[in-house]
């Protein structure tokens, strides 16, 4: 190796040095953002007075937002060839905009179902009137709140902007008294009205006895 080759590999030693230390900064810098977001995200989270079904809560809306529908498609992988590309917050309606693998658009309405009377008892700690609400759901109430987000949303989405190929209502549940089998056993044969303005209904539970973990129900099929 004469003097040139060997100040040449010097050169492109010290090149790959520093693309390093670079690489090695910006992953440094990054551990910090994400650990300092996360001390400032648990923080908000102890800070939040809301208890009752509070699997899903975020300190803002747009995060669960997204959240539950980065959980949503994650559930449909594992049945589906479709996957999730990207996702963004979107004008409401939609609540979220998604594209996936197949180059599809679609849009997501994302919607809550609970119990809001149930929140104010437990933040008021009326512990014997919130028992007794949480214990209030069955086949009628169920379905009765059901069939009024899916109407509302409708309605809302009557408008929707050109350029979605697809639109989805994804309702999440986390109502204790409200898993994936007892929802399964309600929306079984049971027929929604308004229902056809959507592509797909979906219902996100908190927990699955199947799965021990979350659970994913499509209404109307």
Same mark, same amino acid.
Not at 40 to 66: C, G, I, N, Q, S
């Given at each position: 190796? @004469?003097?040139?080759?060997?100040?040449?590999?010097?050169?492109?030693?010290?090149?790959?040095?520093?693309?390093?230390?670079?690489?090695? @900064?910006?992953?440094?810098?990054?551990?910090?953002?994400?650990?300092?977001?996360?001390?400032?995200?648990?923080?908000?989270?102890?800070?939040?007075?809301?208890?009752?079904?509070?699997?899903?809560? +975020?300190?803002?809306?747009? +995060?669960?937002?997204?959240? *539950? +529908?980065?959980?949503?498609?994650?559930?449909?992988?594992?049945?589906?060839?479709?996957?999730?590309?990207?996702?963004?917050?979107?004008?409401?309606?939609?609540?979220?905009? *998604?594209?996936? @693998?197949t180059g599809k658009k679609i849009g997501v309405e994302v919607t809550e179902l609970v119990n809001e009377?149930?929140?104010?008892?437990?933040?008021?700690?009326?512990?014997?009137?919130?028992?007794?609400?949480?214990?209030?759901?069955?086949?009628?109430?169920?379905?009765?709140k059901l069939q009024n987000i899916i109407s509302t949303k409708a309605k809302k989405c009557e408008q929707?902007?050109?350029?979605?190929?697809?639109?989805?209502?994804?309702?999440?549940?986390?109502?204790?008294?409200?898993?994936?089998?007892?929802?399964?056993?309600?929306?079984?044969?049971?027929?929604?009205?308004?229902?056809?303005?959507?592509?797909? *209904?979906?219902?996100l539970t908190s927990h699955d006895p199947k799965r021990q973990g979350k659970g994913l129900l499509k *209404?109307?099929?």
């Amino acid at each position: 190796m @004469n003097s040139r080759q060997r100040l040449e590999l010097k050169r492109r030693r010290s090149r790959k040095l520093k693309l390093y230390w670079h690489k090695r @900064n910006e992953l440094d810098a990054f551990r910090i953002r994400f650990e300092k977001a996360t001390e400032d995200y648990l923080a908000k989270r102890k800070l939040m007075v809301r208890r009752h079904a509070d699997f899903f809560e +975020t300190p803002d809306k747009t +995060t669960k937002e997204l959240f *539950v +529908t980065q959980s949503l498609f994650q559930m449909l992988e594992a049945e589906t060839k479709e996957y999730l590309v990207s996702m963004s917050l979107a004008q409401d309606p939609p609540d979220v905009a *998604v594209s996936i @693998n197949t180059g599809k658009k679609i849009g997501v309405e994302v919607t809550e179902l609970v119990n809001e009377k149930a929140i104010g008892l437990d933040i008021k700690r009326k512990r014997i009137q919130y028992i007794k609400e949480i214990i209030s759901w069955n086949y009628e109430t169920f379905t009765l709140k059901l069939q009024n987000i899916i109407s509302t949303k409708a309605k809302k989405c009557e408008q929707l902007p050109a350029g979605y190929d697809e639109l989805v209502l994804l309702i999440f549940t986390d109502e204790p008294r409200l898993d994936a089998t007892t929802i399964e056993e309600y929306i079984k044969d049971t027929m929604f009205s308004d229902i056809e303005a959507f592509q797909s *209904v979906y219902i996100l539970t908190s927990h699955d006895p199947k799965r021990q973990g979350k659970g994913l129900l499509k *209404v109307g099929t």
